[in-house]
């Protein structure tokens, strides 16, 4: 049987160190992607023998190229893509090349590893593309950030349908709001009225995912059992203007 290999991105803070934890104690001999050396050298030395790290900045072409070599050369039997973040704000006063930034992190380097991961996959692997619950909605005052998201869960699930058959399960994670860095980063600098929404553990969120992935049915899971009731109630139930005006009042970097 293939040996149990993971890379995750994004493994330094938040969900993504919550995956590496879980992974390692599942058995995966793990590697870890981010930017911060000095987190990931704790985390490592953390999960004990045999784990490895990653130090790149996914915005970088170079850097990013040397991270898809390395998943192409590894054969990972899964790759977590997680690394992401938002940008937080009315879309014209925030710069636009960080905005493209963002997009570059969420997306570019979403598709480029995951086309490295696809082209060696073999049956019984699995990709898991960190999207947001976000995703199927819109998101007033973070509107490239959750389109971004809407891109990510449109193109996880062609590739669910694409790969299913070979044995390959690629699944989009949604979490809902999740305990940790991700709102001081979209939020930086800037005073916002606190989220009043309910936040989970990202162990919540990992458990979740790991169980979505032992079951290999689903394109993608939603995370969190509010915002799983939340996202039926929008889409299923509401008009497009109503969940859009909900969403943009509910805002806080919208609130006065
Ligand atoms: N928290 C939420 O409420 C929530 C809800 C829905 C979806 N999500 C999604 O969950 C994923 C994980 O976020 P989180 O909530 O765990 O936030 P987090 O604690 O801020 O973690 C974000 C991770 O992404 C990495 N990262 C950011 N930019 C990077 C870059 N240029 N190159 C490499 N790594 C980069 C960060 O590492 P370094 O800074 O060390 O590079 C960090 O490890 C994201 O895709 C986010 O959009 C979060």
């Known amino acids: 049987m293939k040996k149990k290999t993971a890379l995750v991105t994004g493994a330094s803070s938040g969900i993504g160190a919550v995956f590496a934890r879980e992974l390692a104690q599942e058995g995966y001999v793990v590697t870890c992607v981010a930017r911060s050396q000095d987190k990931l050298e704790g985390l490592v030395k953390e999960l004990g ?26 054969g990972y039997s899964l790759l977590v893509n997680n690394a992401g973040y938002g940008i937080y704000g009315r ?21 480029r590893l995951s086309h490295a991961f696809l082209k060696k996959a073999d049956s019984g692997d699995g990709l898991i593309n960190v999207s947001s619950a976000l ?20 193109f996880t699930e062609s590739l669910w349908y694409e790969n299913k058959d070979r044995g390959v399960y690629v699944m989009a994670l949604l979490p ?42 689903a394109p993608s899971v939603i995370s969190g059992p509010l915002y799983r009731f939340l996202t039926f109630l929008s889409t299923r139930l509401m ?16 609130r006065k």
């Open 49 to 74: 023998s045999g784990h490895r790290m990653l130090v790149a900045d996914l915005a970088d072409h170079g850097q990013l190229q040397r991270v898809e070599a390395d998943v192409e050369s590894m």
């Open 135 to 154: 995703s199927l909605l819109t998101y007033p005052g973070g509107a490239v950030y959750a389109a971004t998201k809407a891109f990510v869960t449109n």
């Open 176 to 217: 809902g709001l999740t305990d940790t860095n991700f709102n001081a980063v979209a939020t930086a600098g800037r005073t916002v009225p606190a989220e009043t929404m309910r936040s989970y553990p990202p162990e919540v969120v990992v458990k979740k995912a790991l169980a979505a992935l032992k079951a290999r049915k």
């Open 239 to 254: 008009s497009r203007k109503t969940m859009v005006t909900i969403m943009g009042k509910g805002s806080p970097v919208l």
């Open 91 to 111: 879309f014209e006063e925030i710069p636009l090349d960080q905005q493209e930034h963002l997009m570059t992190v969420n997306m570019n380097a979403l598709i």
